[in-house]
C-alpha cells in the first residue's frame, strides 16, 4: 500500500529517504515509500517547507470546472515523452462540462464529486481527496476547478497542489483579478502559478509572467490576453517541475534541486 507523508504533517525536522532505517521499517510492513526529501517541515499548509522528488513522467490529475482549454494544453503537450509529466486523471465538481469531454476523447479516466450530492463540504473534500490519491500523483493541478478545497485535500497534497491566478499576486487576488487590475489603472498585470495554501490565492508563487494593458483594453479583451499567457505558464510550469523537481522554504519556491 503506498505511504503517503504530506510535507505538513511533520513537527520536527526529518529526513525519509529510500534505504534509510524509518524506509526500511515501513517496506518491511508492505508500505511503498516514495522518493520523497524533507529536510524541514511545520504544520500547517501554509508554509510548506522542503523538496520532492517526481518519478518521471510526472504523475499529474487535473481539477477542472469547465471548458478545460488548460487541460487540453497539459494533454497536447504531455504527448511528448520529453515533457517528463503525464495526465492520469481529471476530476470536476460538476458533470456535461467540455472539460470531461475532453479527457475522455483523451482516454484519460475521470471521476466527478458535486457538493450538492454530499451531506456536508467535509465529506465532499475527504472524497475528492481519496479520489485524487487513487491515482498516486506527483502534482495536482487545478485547472479553472471553482471550488475551494478544504484540511483533508490540503494534509494529503499540500506542497504539491498548484494553481493559477489572472493577476501578478498578491495584487488583486480573488474572482475578478482582470477586472480590479483594469479599474486601477495598473500598465501591467500578468499572471501567477502557485501552490495552493488555506488562504486565497495566498500560496508561496511558483512563478509569474508579465502581460501588458493597453488603453483601449477592455475586460474581455485583456482576460483573453491573460488566459493565453496564463496556459502557457502553466504548461512551462508544471514541466520544469516534473523534470527538475522544486524545494519551497518559506514562501519562496525554486525549481531545480
Given at each position: 500500500m503506498p505511504c503517503e507523508l504530506p510535507v505538513t504533517s511533520a513537527t520536527l525536522p526529518w529526513r525519509l529517504l529510500r534505504g534509510s532505517v524509518v524506509a526500511q521499517a515501513l517496506e518491511a510492513k508492505g508500505f511503498e515509500v516514495k522518493a520523497f526529501d524533507v529536510d524541514a517541515c511545520c504544520l500547517g499548509a501554509a508554509q510548506p517547507r522542503g523538496r520532492y522528488r517526481g518519478r518521471m513522467p510526472a504523475r499529474l490529475v487535473v481539477l477542472v470546472s469547465g471548458a478545460g482549454t488548460n487541460l487540453q494544453a497539459l494533454l497536447d503537450v504531455s504527448a511528448d515523452e520529453a515533457y517528463g509529466a503525464q495526465v492520469v486523471a481529471v476530476g470536476a465538481d460538476r458533470d456535461g462540462i467540455e472539460g470531461l469531454a475532453r479527457a475522455e476523447r483523451a482516454g484519460v479516466p475521470a471521476f466527478i464529486?458535486?457538493?450538492?450530492?454530499?451531506?456536508?463540504?467535509?465529506d465532499w473534500d475527504l472524497a475528492l481527496t481519496e479520489s485524487c490519491a487513487a491515482f498516486d500523483p506527483d502534482l495536482?493541478?487545478?485547472a479553472g476547478f471553482?471550488?475551494?478545497?478544504?484540511?483533508s485535500f490540503l494534509g494529503r497534497f499540500?506542497?504539491?497542489?498548484i494553481n493559477t491566478h489572472p493577476a501578478l499576486l498578491p495584487s488583486f487576488p480573488g474572482?475578478?483579478?482582470?477586472r480590479e487590475a483594469l479599474e486601477y489603472g495598473v500598465k501591467v498585470t500578468g499572471c501567477t502559478v502557485f501552490l495552493v495554501d488555506e488562504g486565497t490565492d495566498t500560496g508561496p508563487v511558483i512563478?509569474?509572467?508579465?502581460?501588458?494593458?493597453?488603453?483601449?483594453?477592455d475586460p474581455a479583451v485583456l482576460t483573453e490576453r491573460v488566459k493565453v499567457a496564463e496556459r502557457s505558464?502553466?504548461?512551462?510550469?508544471?514541466?520544469?517541475?516534473?523534470?527538475?523537481?522544486?524545494?519551497?522554504?518559506?514562501?519562496?519556491?525554486?525549481l531545480g534541486r
Open positions: 464529486h458535486r457538493v450538492k450530492d454530499f451531506s456536508s463540504r467535509g495536482v493541478v487545478s471553482m471550488k475551494i478545497v478544504g484540511r499540500g506542497g504539491r497542489f474572482m475578478h483579478g482582470v512563478a509569474q509572467v508579465a502581460v501588458p494593458v493597453h488603453d483601449d483594453d505558464l502553466l504548461v512551462e510550469t508544471v514541466g520544469r517541475m516534473a523534470r527538475a523537481g522544486w524545494s519551497v522554504q518559506g514562501r519562496k519556491v525554486r
